[in-house]
């Protein structure tokens, strides 16, 4: 019993590679929100990698477009199909490189950056005072003097 292997479909292809796309652009959300905590270039670095690796995805999901354009195409020659397919390798293992490569960049540059000086300690942008009482009002009653017994006469 012999059955056929065929490949994924252009929507199951898509669809692999979507998540990796959403996950790889929050990442670089994530990295440009925290740009203040890990600096300046930890951040740019961690968010250009990550925009490497989604378009990476990118053309992954073109070049699964394309080549099965091309292989139900009515001009379909053997050369310019493997051709196209060896310029979408080569762009695959580019990007991917690049965007790994910067990705481990900002992870060393986070990891090398000097915490900043604490010449002042971290205030708090609210003001310090208590909301409550006002500050016309007297804020607590006044004590009252402890009552005392009579003195005691021992005659």
């Known amino acids: 019993?012999?059955?056929?292997v065929e490949p994924f479909s252009n929507g199951v292809?898509?669809?692999l590679r979507l998540p990796v796309i959403l996950v790889a652009l929050?990442?670089?959300v994530l990295a440009l929100v925290l740009i203040r905590r890990l600096g300046a270039l930890a951040g740019l670095?961690?968010?250009a990698g990550g925009l490497l690796i989604a378009a990476d995805q990118v053309v992954n999901i073109a070049w699964v477009l394309h080549l099965t354009a091309m292989a139900n195409g009515d001009d379909y020659d053997a050369d310019t199909y493997v051709t196209a397919g060896n310029a979408y390798t080569i762009a695959d293992v580019v990007l991917v490189t690049l965007g790994?490569?910067?990705l481990i960049g900002a992870?060393?540059?986070a990891a090398l950056r000097k915490p900043a000086a604490t010449a002042h300690p971290q205030q708090s942008p609210f003001p310090q005072q208590a909301p409550?009482?006002?500050p016309q009002?007297?804020?607590?009653p006044q004590p009252q003097q402890p009552l005392q017994a009579p003195p005691f006469d021992a005659r």
């Open 26 to 28: 929050a990442g670089v």
């Open 13 to 15: 292809e898509v669809g």
């Open 1 to 4: 019993m012999s059955e056929t």
């Open 100 to 102: 790994v490569a910067l």
């Open 137 to 140: 009002q007297a804020p607590y």
């Open 45 to 47: 670095l961690g968010a």
């Open 107 to 109: 992870v060393v540059a």
């Open 132 to 134: 409550f009482p006002h």
